[in-house]
């Protein structure tokens, strides 16, 4: 059964549809409340859903808009469910993004952010380059740069965010990542893995990535 992905305005999301996500993540590592989930509404412009059928399989909160001139694609809270098509979800999510952002910036090379506290997460970015940070390489000025713009647009205080790991210090809450699972955790880059090591998951500890995604890669996300 083909993958199903919509977007809409967060203030159509009804209170049904939030318990549906709360139950989706209910058992994953980053069990979203319909509390939570309702405030994420608020924060958020769009909610992207991916279904099979009637099933809701994943979703995630985003916004679409320009930092210092840059076109962003900024993804907030989400889940994709733990099933054998996980990765399948994931990546219609994605392309959902990677549309509404060349429909709006033709022509224009788009940043794409993340937060998340899953080294598998890093699969979000599968079609996009020049991820940072990634194993092995000593992010510079600009690019610290933008880790310490989007940690503030996830509005993550300064003092518990570090620009040199792109980490951020969790005070024990749930943080609004991108929930997901790899199906063959055994297959995750050990470098990547190794990056992850100090982050404290039962703390609320999170990671803030970037990539970036061509003006000629966007266009197959055109039609």
């Not at 962003?72 to 952002?101: D, F, K, M, P, Y």
């Not at 790991?165 to 005070?171: L, Q, Y």
């Not at 991108?178 to 995750?188: H, N, Q, S």
């Not at 990547?192 to 990539?211: I, T």
């Amino acid at each position: 059964m083909a993958v199903e992905v919509e977007s809409r305005d967060c203030t159509a999301v009804s209170d049904a549809e939030l318990e549906a996500m709360a139950d989706l993540c209910a058992d994953g590592q980053n069990p979203f409340t319909v509390g939570f989930l309702s405030k994420q509404t608020e924060l958020w412009v769009l909610l992207t859903e991916a279904r099979e059928g009637s099933r809701l399989r994943g979703f995630v909160f985003s916004t679409l808009e320009r930092i210092g001139g840059t076109p962003v694609v900024i993804l907030g809270a989400g889940s994709v469910a733990r099933t054998s098509r996980r990765s399948t979800v994931l990546q219609a999510l994605v392309a959902e993004q990677l549309h509404r952002a060349v429909m709006a910036f033709p022509d224009e090379d788009v940043l794409m952010g993340v937060r998340m506290n899953d080294p598998a997460t890093f699969e979000v970015f599968k079609v996009l380059g020049n991820v940072i940070p990634r194993p092995g390489h000593n992010a510079n000025g600009e690019e610290r740069a933008w880790g310490r713009r989007l940690a503030k647009r996830y509005r993550i205080g300064n003092s518990v965010y570090d620009p040199r790991s792109f980490m951020a210090t969790g005070d024990g809450g749930q943080p609004a990542v991108l929930d997901y699972e790899t199906l063959r955790p055994e297959r995750t880059d050990e470098a990547l893995v190794d990056m992850f090591s100090p982050l404290q998951r039962k703390r609320g500890d999170s990671l803030v990535a970037v990539a970036w995604a061509t003006a000629g890669r966007l266009q197959r996300y055109g039609d």
